[in-house]
C-alpha cells in the first residue's frame, strides 16, 4: 500500500470540523431518506471547530465509518458523535 511504502501524504492543515459534518450529512441526505433511517450528527460544545489535519482523509475515513453503518441499520437512527476526552 502507499502508506507502508512511505508514498502517502498525510496534510496537516487547518480543518473545521463543523462544514466537514455539514457536508458529509448533505452527502448522505439521500441515502438515509431513502432507507427510511436518520442520521444525527453531534459535536459536542468542547470540541474546537477548528483543528490540525487532512480533511480529505479524515472526511473519507468518516463516510466509509458512517456509510457501513448505514447499510447495516434497519431502522431507527445512525449517530456521529464527536467529543473530546477528558484527561
Known amino acids: ?9 498525510i496534510n496537516s492543515i487547518p480543518m473545521n470540523l ?6 458529509i450529512s ?3 441526505k439521500s441515502i438515509v431518506s431513502k432507507r427510511n433511517i436518520e442520521f444525527i450528527p453531534i459535536i459536542e460544545r468542547s470540541v474546537p471547530r477548528v483543528v ?13 465509518f ?4 448505514i447499510k447495516n441499520t434497519q431502522n431507527g437512527s445512525v449517530i456521529l458523535e464527536l467529543q473530546t476526552e477528558h484527561q
Open 18 to 23: 463543523q462544514d466537514i459534518v455539514d457536508e
Open 66 to 69: 458512517i456509510q457501513n453503518a
Open 1 to 9: 500500500s502507499k502508506l507502508e511504502c512511505k508514498q502517502l501524504k
Open 26 to 28: 448533505l452527502e448522505l
Open 52 to 64: 490540525y489535519g487532512d480533511p480529505i482523509r479524515f472526511k473519507q475515513i468518516l463516510l466509509y
